[in-house]
């Protein structure tokens, strides 16, 4: 475990990876260092983003929104309209390319909500790779549907069963899976978490949201938003969202996390309200751990937010108090589940769903002349199963 490598956001990030490790994640920094410059590599990467994701994501001016909750003018960031549904695949695609070049036959991944596994099993199809996806077998069993389509496509699941069996168990078996296999196999980790180089790269693949998001905004009304608002699991759509504003001094950013049942350990993944400075799969940065440094069982009615840890990159957002991180809980992201599905039109994940509840809040803090822009994560098809199945239990 070496401590000298970039990678480092402040205090939070580096390579804390174990050794076996260690020459696959300097030929990925080696390869990725010169595929970022590479005009080659950005034009097909551009390529596969327009004609196969679709390409810009519109930006919607949620007029509904706007009029019922009576505050500051709503806009969204629609990566619900993205191919499979979701910000995932702008990640695993470059991720799948940058494997490409690396000679890499395989592919793995961790999957928590089916988003990430769904994702990276479509471009091992579209790049005829051998694809591998680890997920929780609580997971599989929450987020059914996408399980299934990920067999359709052609990839193989193998569900995870130690622990809580959700996020953190696939995470830590697809880290082993790579370590086994280091020299046939990439691991297109899903978030910006893990040890460097993968925070960066998968921020600098997300970043396309908000690079596209300021300047669409920008087009139709000549202005910058007041605030933008996503949600953070280990953070990669909101960071994807986050980074284009980080030096507009006037655009607020927030975050929001996931509160789940409540306070007490076990109830919630709200790492940065709760969390502790740790490590967690090859990283350093926020967890929720207890006295004597165990992690602790993560809980959401999300999916894709229930971890423990968070992207380091966002673990110094908040230390340096640049982004405003909130938490929602599973009761607040369900009614704003139903409320956007009714209001807007939009289904959205119940992902997304927590950053909604924390926009409501802000619009109406922030008032009639101002504006505000939500990273609309993804579609809730996924989620109607499991939506359904709580309101039962309510009644
Ligand atoms: C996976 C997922 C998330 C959470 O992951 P981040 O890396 O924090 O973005 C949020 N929304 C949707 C729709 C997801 O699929």
């Known amino acids: 475990m070496g401590k000298n490598h970039n990678g480092y956001f402040g205090e939070f990030g580096g390579r804390y990876a174990p050794e076996i490790l260690t020459e696959a994640l300097e030929e990925l920094e080696a390869t990725y260092q010169k595929l970022k410059n590479s005009k080659k590599f950005q034009k097909e990467y ?9 390409r810009p994501s519109p930006l919607t001016y949620a007029e509904r929104l706007t009029k019922n909750w009576g505050g500051a003018k709503v806009w969204l960031k629609r990566e619900d309209l993205n191919h499979t549904g979701a910000h995932k695949i702008n990640n695993a695609i470059g991720q799948a390319l940058i494997a490409r070049y690396m000679g890499k036959k395989r592919i793995i991944a961790e999957t928590g909500a089916g988003q990430h596994g769904l994702a990276t099993a479509t471009v091992g199809a579209m790049f005829g790779l051998e694809t591998v996806i680890y997920m929780g077998a609580v997971d599989v069993k929450r ?3 996408n399980a299934k389509k990920i067999e359709m496509l052609g990839a193989k699941i193998l569900p995870v069963t130690a622990g809580e069996a959700t996020l953190k168990e696939a995470t830590s078996e697809a880290m082993r899976d790579w370590a086994l296999n280091v020299s046939t196999t990439h691991y297109i980790v899903g978030s910006a978490i893990g040890p460097h180089p993968f925070p960066t790269i998968v921020r600098d693949l997300q970043s396309v949201i908000g690079a596209e998001a300021r300047s669409q905004f920008k087009k139709a009304t000549k202005s910058l938003p007041d605030a933008v608002i996503a949600c953070v699991g280990g953070g990669s759509n909101a960071i994807g969202m986050f980074h284009a504003f ?12 996931a509160g789940g049942l409540g306070p007490k350990p076990g109830e919630h993944s709200a790492t940065i309200t709760y969390g502790q400075t740790g490590f967690l799969h090859g990283t350093k940065t926020l967890i929720i751990q207890d006295k004597s440094g165990q992690i602790v069982p993560a809980h959401s009615v999300s999916a894709g ?17 640049r982004v405003d991180y909130r938490m929602v809980t599973d009761e607040e992201a369900l009614d704003s589940f139903l409320e956007v599905s009714r209001i807007e039109g939009i289904i959205p994940a119940l992902e997304t769903a927590h950053a909604f509840f924390i926009a409501k809040d802000i619009a109406k803090k922030l008032g009639k002349k101002k504006q505000i822009v939500i990273c609309l994560s993804g579609r809730g098809d996924k989620d109607v199963t499991e939506v359904l199945r709580l309101l039962g239990e309510k009644k």
Do not use: M, T
């Open 246 to 257: 980080l030096k507009d001094k006037n655009v607020k950013i927030f975050g929001a996390e």
């Open 46 to 54: 551009s390529y596969y983003l327009k004609n196969y994701v679709g």
């Open 143 to 145: 987020q059914n549907l």
């Open 305 to 321: 937010l229930d971890y423990p840890g968070v992207g380091p990159e966002h673990a110094y957002l908040s230390k340096s108090g």
